[in-house]
C-alpha cells in the first residue's frame, strides 16, 4: 500500500475496533483498483465520538467514516441528513462529507443483511423472524427485513425498554406485526438473528437456547470474529442451517463503494465478489 500526501482518508471508529474487517477488504480493493485511498482504524470512546467526529473532518482528505459499534445509534445526532433506512433504524454505518461541508449518513447493515439472505437462498416475505439484540446492527436488520415484507417480527434485547420503541417505530411505518418480546426463546420461529456481541469474548453465552430451535429455523449470527462462532457450532451440532455475518458484509460492499463516489468498483465487487468474500471468510 502506497500512502502519500494525496490519498483520500477515511476512518472506521469503534470500540473495541480490533475485530473489525473492513479495512482488510476496502484497502485490498482500493489497491486491486488502483484508487489512492485508505480506511484505518481508530478506537474512539462514546464519551468522545463527538469531538472526534467534529475535529478529524476539519482535516479536508478526511473525506468519511465508518461506523462500528457502539457508534451507529449516536452518530446519527451528528448528522444533517440521512437517507430513509438510516432514518427509520436510527442508526448509520456510513457518514461522508458533502461538497456544501454537510455531513450525510447512510445504513447497509440491513440491505447487506437481506441480499446475504438472497444469496443463501433463504427468502423474506412472510417469514417469522426473531432479532436477539436491537443496537445500530440489530435495528438495521428489523428495518430492512420488515421493508421486505417479513409476516412478524420479534425484537429482543438485554437493555429493558429499548425494543418496544422500536418495535411501534417499524409497526407503524410498514404496517406489519413488529413486537417486543420479554425473552430470546426462538421456538416457533422461520429465521433467528443474533445480533448481540455475545460470542465475542471467552466464557460469553449463548444468546439464545439452540436447544429450542425448531429444526427447520434458519439461524444468521452476524458476528465477525472467532469463527465458526460458539453459536453456528452449536446449532450445526443440532442440524441447523446457520450463516457467519461473512455474507452480510460482502453485500454491504458495493453499498459502501457507490455511497463514497467509487461507482465503478461497486460495479465490479457486485459482479464477482469472489475476492472479498475470500479476504472475510479467512481468519
Known amino acids: 500500500m502506497n500512502i502519500s500526501g ?33 480506511l484505518v482504524p481508530a ?7 463527538g469531538a472526534f467526529v467534529k475535529h478529524s473532518l476539519l482535516a479536508e482528505n478526511i473525506e468519511g467514516l465508518w461506523l462500528a459499534i457502539p457508534h451507529k445509534t449516536p452518530m446519527v445526532d451528528l ?3 440521512c437517507e430513509t433506512q438510516g432514518r427509520v433504524a436510527g442508526a448509520v454505518n456510513a457518514a461522508r462529507r458533502n461538497a456544501d461541508g454537510s ?18 437462498g433463504i427468502p423474506v416475505p412472510g417469514r ?8 445500530g446492527g440489530g ?4 428495518t430492512s427485513l420488515a421493508a421486505r415484507g417479513a409476516g412478524r417480527i420479534a425484537l429482543f434485547d438485554s437493555t429493558p425498554g429499548r425494543t418496544a420503541a422500536v418495535a411501534a417505530k417499524l409497526s407503524a411505518e410498514f404496517g406489519i406485526d413488529v ?10 420461529y422461520d429465521l433467528v438473528v443474533n445480533a448481540t456481541p455475545l460470542g465475542l469474548k471467552a466464557g460469553d453465552p449463548l444468546p439464545f437456547d439452540v436447544a429450542r430451535l425448531d429444526a427447520s429455523t434458519a439461524v444468521v449470527d452476524i458476528l465477525m470474529k472467532n469463527q465458526p462462532t460458539p453459536l453456528l457450532r452449536a446449532c450445526h451440532a443440532r ?36 475476492d472479498v468474500r475470500a479476504l472475510f471468510a479467512a481468519p
Do not use: C, W
Open 79 to 81: 448528522l444533517d441528513q
Open 239 to 274: 442440524g441447523i442451517t446457520a450463516h457467519p455475518g461473512f455474507e452480510m458484509m460482502v453485500q454491504q460492499v458495493p453499498e459502501y463503494l457507490s455511497f463514497f463516489g467509487f461507482d465503478a468498483i461497486a460495479r465490479a465487487v457486485q459482479v464477482d465478489a469472489s
Open 179 to 188: 413486537v417486543s418480546v420479554a425473552s430470546p426463546d426462538p421456538a416457533g
Open 6 to 38: 494525496t490519498t483520500r482518508v477515511f476512518l472506521i471508529l469503534g470500540d473495541p475496533v480490533a475485530q473489525v474487517r473492513a479495512p482488510e477488504a476496502f484497502n485490498h480493493l482500493f489497491a486491486k483498483h488502483g484508487v489512492d485511498a485508505v
Open 103 to 120: 455531513l450525510e449518513g447512510a445504513l447497509f447493515d440491513g440491505v447487506g443483511f437481506v441480499k446475504a439472505l438472497d444469496h443463501f
Open 139 to 142: 435495528v438495521a436488520i428489523a
Open 128 to 135: 417469522k423472524a426473531l432479532v436477539v439484540g436491537v443496537g
Open 43 to 49: 478506537k474512539v470512546s462514546s464519551k468522545n465520538l
